[in-house]
């Protein structure tokens, strides 16, 4: 973390701390800290085996959760050193941002949403939030991570094209500048990064990109003077890093920009804004959206995807059903929690928790 810090930066000072009280570290600040605490957690090595867009397991070079995270996180911490912020908050938030979800990617959270729908819902965005302050338990005077109060707010704010917005649990109108860098860190990162996943299943090519006037994708070949490059997996991987590079280095720029017309001189004027002072510039945005356009339509929809989520949907509400009637099979933390939090509730904590092998090894089971 800088030494000098911009004025509407998260500190120490600022923060409203831990809900249970602790010591200060002798060498490591509160926000490392809470990186550290992400990093080391159970949700977060379990992230390895839950799908990003293709299954863990099928090929061992595309994306998981984990690895998706840990590439936001190198890319919300390149802008928030470039914006004098706290680039440990926001490396934490970046890291954390996708414990709660569940296995088989959007899907899973889809069906969970329908099979709770009469218990209160389901959201990525408030499991995350649980999971630090509930279901993670490492330490023996409380449950949770005990994390700072602004990496939880960046958690459950958590929010992009795919995510609703959190409300109700924190008073404050907007995240912190950390908290929005992580929200266009994810989406830079996993739109450049299912781009080239896409690509490389031959899922999706150059000739389709080219075909719908994809920009990004045009200037991001121009630049690298794609053409000269006989290697297609070296392309498709330069093409990636070539986007990426072009809208980090806008979004440095409009934030800086946004924050001067905004007239932010503290954090509180940040938490207080009409909206989002970590920006796209109004073009580059223009364009990330008619690529995130082209992605949902040719790869997430993709035909040879679809057959998978029928056997998704009814496999989990199958387990779910199966882990409401038969509470014994799951953990005793688990069954600690029903008479509080209901059998559903918790039947579907433990189901966002399973990496996708070890589901369909429990459907296996029954």
Same mark, same amino acid.
Not at 3 to 28: C, I, M, N, P, W
Not at 196 to 204: N, Q, V, Y
Not at 313 to 326: M, T, V, W
């Given at each position: 973390?800088?030494?000098?810090?911009?004025?509407?930066? +998260?500190?120490?000072?600022?923060?409203?701390?831990?809900?249970?009280?602790?010591? !200060?570290?002798?060498?490591?600040?509160?926000?490392?800290?809470d990186r550290d605490r992400i990093i080391h957690s159970e949700a977060f090595r379990r992230l390895e085996g839950k799908t990003q867009v293709f299954s863990p397991g099928l090929d061992d070079s595309y994306r998981n959760r984990l690895t998706h995270s840990i590439e936001v996180s190198q890319i919300g911490r390149t802008i928030a050193k470039c914006l004098v912020v706290n680039d440990s908050l926001t490396e934490g938030i970046c890291l954390g941002h996708d414990l709660g979800h569940p296995p088989f990617g959007h899907t899973g959270e889809t069906v969970l949403a329908e099979l709770l729908s009469g218990f209160g819902g389901f959201e990525h965005n408030l499991q995350s939030l649980r999971l630090v302050d509930l279901l993670e338990h490492p330490y023996p005077d409380f449950f949770g991570l005990n994390l700072m109060y602004e990496t939880r707010l960046g958690l459950y704010r958590h929010r992009g094209p795919y995510d609703k917005p959190g409300g109700g649990i924190f008073s404050e109108k907007n995240c912190s500048v950390e908290g929005q860098i992580s929200n266009l860190a994810d989406r830079i990162a996993y739109n450049c990064h299912d781009l080239?996943? %896409?690509?490389?299943? %031959?899922?999706?090519d150059s000739e389709q990109l080219e075909g719908e006037g994809i920009e990004l994708f045009s200037l991001s070949e121009e630049h690298i003077e794609a053409e000269g490059i006989e290697d297609l997996s070296v392309r498709r991987t330069r093409i990636a890093k070539s986007i990426i590079d072009m809208l980090v280095s806008d979004c440095i720029d409009a934030s800086r920009g946004a924050i001067e017309r905004a007239g932010i001189e503290c954090l509180e004027n940040v938490y207080e804004a009409g909206g989002d002072v970590a920006v796209l510039s109004e073009e580059n945005d223009k364009r990330l959206r008619e690529l995130e356009g082209f992605l949902l339509r040719n790869f997430y929809q993709h035909p040879s995807l679809q057959p998978t989520k029928v056997k998704i949907?009814? %496999?989990?509400?199958? !387990?779910?059903?199966?882990?409401?009637?038969?509470?014994? +099979?799951?953990?005793?933390?688990?069954? %600690?929690?029903i008479d509080k939090e209901g059998a559903e509730r918790v039947a579907a904590d433990y189901i966002a928790g399973m990496t996708d092998r070890f589901c369909f090894a429990m459907l296996e089971e029954i």
């Open positions: 973390m800088s030494d000098e810090q911009a004025v509407y930066a +998260v500190t120490v000072e600022k923060s409203k701390g831990r809900r249970f009280f602790e010591k !200060l570290h002798a060498y490591r600040s509160c926000f490392e800290r080239e996943d %896409g690509m490389r299943a %031959g899922l999706i949907k009814d %496999g989990l509400g199958r !387990l779910f059903e199966h882990l409401c009637k038969n509470r014994e +099979v799951m953990p005793r933390f688990y069954q %600690g929690l």
